[in-house]
Antibody, heavy 123, light 107 residues
Framework: QVTLKESSPVLVKPTETLTLTCTVS??????????VSWIRQPPGKALEWLAH???????SYATPLKTRLTVSKDTSKSQVVLTMTNMDPVDTATYYC???????????????WGQGTLVTVSS | DIQMTQSPSSLSASVGDRVTITCRAS??????LGWYQQKPGKAPKLLIY???VLQTGVPSRFSGGGSGTDFTLTISSLQPEDFATYYC?????????FGQGTKLQIK
């Protein structure tokens, strides 16, 4: 059974850097058919895709946030890490780690969602 | 970036109704489209991938169609547990983008 679990809820101050860890079980991060996305959802608002790390370790980021985001993976620890710099109150949201299967270099279905973790940005 | 536009933004329907939600991409995304269902306080759930392939375990009353720029999600006979918010998501071209969501409410 595939599960993904984000690190605990966090309160960060404006301008600080956020680090979130996703621990994966049920599949290996070296699996050539699986990648991981990060997606967030501000309270009462729509889903926003942030970043994807492909099975071949390539990364892709949301255009408005690409200068602030870094995603990486540690296959030996089965962990994917997202960092976001210069946090602002508008970044307050639930952040989801999501596993998806890939075909021909594209994610074709984000089928395994973590429970989400609330990130609050406030001074 | 590819923009995804869903319609309607909200929809009221009754149990047993047939409903269709549409999603339009600003450029062709071939069939790299997924549909997700989200209930309040819960993580989204994958319903359909590759535009028309039903995810394992999803009831057959859900179906997806379309290719290129125009897509549909149809629920053939609404059940009480289907009242939720639905999102489309393109994974053809990065950055991958979601539609704004369609909230399906009980009439």
């Amino acid at each position: 059974q595939v599960t993904l679990k984000e690190s605990s809820p966090v309160l960060v101050k404006p301008t600080e850097t956020l680090t979130l860890t996703c621990t994966v079980s049920g599949f290996s991060l070296s699996n050539p058919t699986r990648g991981v996305s990060w997606i967030r959802q501000p309270p009462g608002k729509a889903l926003e895709w942030l970043a994807h790390i492909f099975s071949n370790d390539e990364k892709s980021y949301a255009t408005p946030l690409k200068t602030r985001l870094t995603v990486s993976k540690d296959t030996s620890k089965s962990q994917v890490v997202l960092t976001m710099t210069n946090m602002d109150p508008v970044d307050t949201a639930t952040y989801y780690c999501v596993g998806g299967f890939e075909r021909e270099g594209h994610p074709i279905g984000l089928d395994s969602w973590g429970q989400g973790t609330l990130v609050t940005v406030s001074s | 970036d590819i923009q995804m536009t869903q319609s309607p933004s909200s929809l009221s329907a009754s149990v047993g109704d047939r409903v269709t939600i549409t999603c339009r991409a600003s450029l062709s995304i071939t069939s790299y489209l997924g549909w997700y269902q989200q209930k309040p306080g819960k993580a989204p759930k994958l319903l359909i991938y590759a535009a028309s392939v039903l995810q394992t375990g999803v009831p057959s009353r859900f179906s997806g169609g379309g290719s290129g720029t125009d897509f549909t999600l149809t629920i053939s006979s609404l059940q009480p547990e289907d009242f939720a918010t639905y999102y489309c998501h393109q994974t053809y071209s990065t950055p991958y983008t979601f539609g704004q969501g369609t909230k399906l409410q009980i009439k």
